[in-house]
């Protein structure tokens, strides 16, 4: 496989998740509406999150992926990790992977921050002694100080979040995962990841994809958005143009809100 190849590449993706109906659900249901609760019992429905979805994304891209809540970029997201797999269609993802889908994931409560840095990096394909030359630099980066030897139930979600930023950004990736864990924690970090992705995307060539409701952060750290709407691509190509498609899509102007 050469350069040039993409690193992710989606094929008419689709994807289901099961689900019961409404009349199937509880006792009540099924002694007031029999006929429909068995109907949905015998029936196999399903819900479908990602519906042909295709896009390729090269080396070094940045990409951000933006729509209304339920239309399918966590989704996105999870497949690429490789958490989930495809209904239909084909998709490919080459290179190490380094998600950060969930504060927390990944994390034992039990466990200390710095033990949790050491299991992190190891879920992440390092080995002990890759995370331990690097383990001073994730420390420093998350601001954490000595609180990093407490368990890391004792810690708020803002300091989860700067602890699991500080392990996937900090391990050279070669494809970065991030979705909306930006939105916790304050105005000063965030900018300090925003700058950190920006780093790894211009110095070290790492293949980037946000999910974000920040459009502002997708515009100003993206050279792509893809939009997604009721689990199909309405929108691909450069981040304004994306997100004016976005903002018709929803049928107001943007605010300072939504920027």
Do not use: W
């Not at 407490?150 to 979040?161: D, E, V």
């Amino acid at each position: 496989m050469s350069s040039a190849d993409p690193i992710i590449r989606f094929r008419e993706v689709c994807k289901d998740y099961p689900r019961q109906s409404v009349a199937a659900h509880g006792l009540k249901n099924l002694v007031l509406r029999p006929a429909a609760a068995l109907r949905s019992l015998r029936r196999r429905e399903v819900f479908r999150a990602l519906d042909g979805v295709t896009f390729d994304i090269m080396g070094g891209e940045c990409v951000g992926l933006i729509g209304r809540n339920g239309s399918g970029k966590s989704t996105t997201l999870g497949l690429i990790a490789g958490v989930l797999r495809p209904s239909a269609g084909e998709m490919r993802v080459r290179g190490r992977i380094s998600p950060l889908l969930q504060v927390g994931a990944g994390f034992h409560p039990e466990l200390t921050g710095r033990e949790n840095v050491f299991l992190n990096g190891i879920l992440l394909g390092q080995t002990r002694a890759q995370v331990r030359a690097r383990y001073d630099e994730i420390v420093a980066f998350s601001e954490l100080g000595d609180f990093v030897e407490q368990p890391l139930r004792t810690f708020s979600t803002g300091m989860q979040a700067r602890l699991g930023f500080s392990v996937a950004a900090h391990i050279h990736p070669e494809v970065l995962l991030v979705d909306e864990v930006l939105a916790v924690g304050d105005a000063a970090f965030k900018d300090k990841c925003l700058d950190r992705i920006k780093a790894l995307r211009d110095l070290e060539n790492v293949t980037t994809v946000i999910v974000s409701h920040s459009i502002k952060a997708v515009v100003d750290l993206c050279n792509r958005a893809l939009l997604l709407d009721h689990g199909r691509l309405l929108a691909d190509g450069a981040p304004d143009d994306v997100a004016e498609r976005y903002f018709e899509v929803l049928g107001r102007r943007p605010s300072a809100a939504t920027a």
